[in-house]
């Protein structure tokens, strides 16, 4: 049965180590961080030697078994680093690192991460790992994950926070797991015996959400109005400009008529080649809005660029946000339905 991150932790606590882990997931900070405490707590076991393949294309899944049966020059025990980045190894690497579970070699580790996870990754070579060590998938944080997540680095870094200041370091940080736990870092040498409020924090803290077009569409075909609204406004104080965010925006919106109008859903995704930790997100937004919506929203994205190139009436940043509020809630519709052209 999978682990949780908080059960691999306190797996790794314990004496013994499994012979294979998989560790798989797309927040790269919290997969880097779960691998660095495995392989620190392997040493401390005794695997002072380690062997890493890039399962990469072209790569020789022989090297996994020859790595297996090699000899240690240097020590008796040895951790075997696999690294398989789209978390597919193929027909050869599935059998080859079945085979391995099946008889894994004395005195040896195989770790196995992979930066790419879905839950339509699933295939059989990897309940094979999970029968014989451990499956660890790591999934992006939820908002509620996340302050929990936050409160916890910050008292392991010594920091003390009111629950204001950690409501605040939620949302400047958008889900940044990278740039929040820079922030902490940094607030672990300022703060000092500090206990943090809100006020003291903002202070101190830098504004490291990541204010892009990509995270502004995601919010808005993600259903939540607010924080693409916020996204917008972070994006206007920086000094960026309409034009410059509209090539996204257009592209997303054309990509949701194509898929609005496909016969198949699951066909319109694979002729999209949409990764399949994306799909959720642009099914979520077909269920709210039809055809007609997302036609009508694309009709006020491109007014939108034809206001902000000079070429059209109107206040381009007020229709953008209309734009938004109608692709987050498509009730909305009818704020654009009459004056997009």
Same mark, same amino acid.
Not at 56 to 75: K, N, Q, T, Y
Not at 109 to 133: E, F, R, Y
Not at 301 to 321: C, L, P, Q, T, Y
């Given at each position: ?35 660095? #405490? ?56 599935? #059998? ?216 059209? #009436? ?28």
């Amino acid at each position: 049965m999978p682990l949780s991150l908080e059960q691999l932790r306190r797996h790794l606590g314990g004496s013994e180590l499994k012979p294979v882990y998989f560790l798989a997931g797309e927040e790269h900070l919290l997969l880097i961080e779960a691998a660095d #405490a495995l392989r620190a707590r392997a040493r401390e076991l005794g695997y002072l030697e380690r062997d890493i393949l890039d399962a990469e294309s072209g790569f020789d899944w022989d090297d996994l078994a020859r790595a297996a049966s090699g000899m240690s020059l240097f020590a008796s025990r040895k951790v075997i680093d696999l690294r398989v980045p789209t978390g597919k190894p193929g027909k050869d690497g599935a #059998a080859a690192i079945t085979e391995y579970c099946e008889r894994p070699p004395p005195d040896t580790v195989l770790l196995i991460t992979a930066t790419q996870w879905s839950k339509q990754h699933a295939a059989a070579w990897v309940d094979v790992v999970d029968a014989a060590g451990a499956f660890v998938p790591i999934w992006p944080l939820k908002t509620n994950e996340l302050y929990d997540w936050i409160s916890q680095r910050l008292a392991s870094r010594g920091v003390r926070a009111q629950r204001d200041a950690i409501e605040v370091l939620v949302e400047r940080v958008e889900g940044n797991l990278l740039a929040a736990a820079q922030e902490i870092d940094k607030l672990a040498l300022l703060a000092g015996d500090t206990l943090l409020d809100a006020d003291t924090l903002e202070n101190l803290v830098a504004d490291s959400a990541r204010y892009d077009a990509f995270k502004l569409t995601d919010a808005a075909l993600a259903g939540d109005a607010a924080r693409a609204l916020r996204i917008l406004g972070g994006l206007r104080g920086e000094g960026e400009q309409v034009p410059a965010l509209m090539g996204w925006v257009l592209n997303q919106l054309q990509l949701m008529v194509r898929l609005a109008s496909a016969a198949n859903p699951a066909q319109g995704f694979r002729a999209e080649r949409i990764w399949p930790a994306r799909e959720g997100l642009y099914r979520k937004a077909l269920q709210r809005g039809s055809l007609v919506h997302w036609e009508t929203c694309l009709a006020q994205a491109a007014k939108i660029d034809r206001i902000s190139k000079g070429r059209g #009436a109107g206040d381009a940043w007020v229709e953008f946000e209309r734009l938004l509020a109608a692709m987050a809630l498509p009730r909305s519709t009818a704020l654009i339905r009459n004056i997009a052209i």
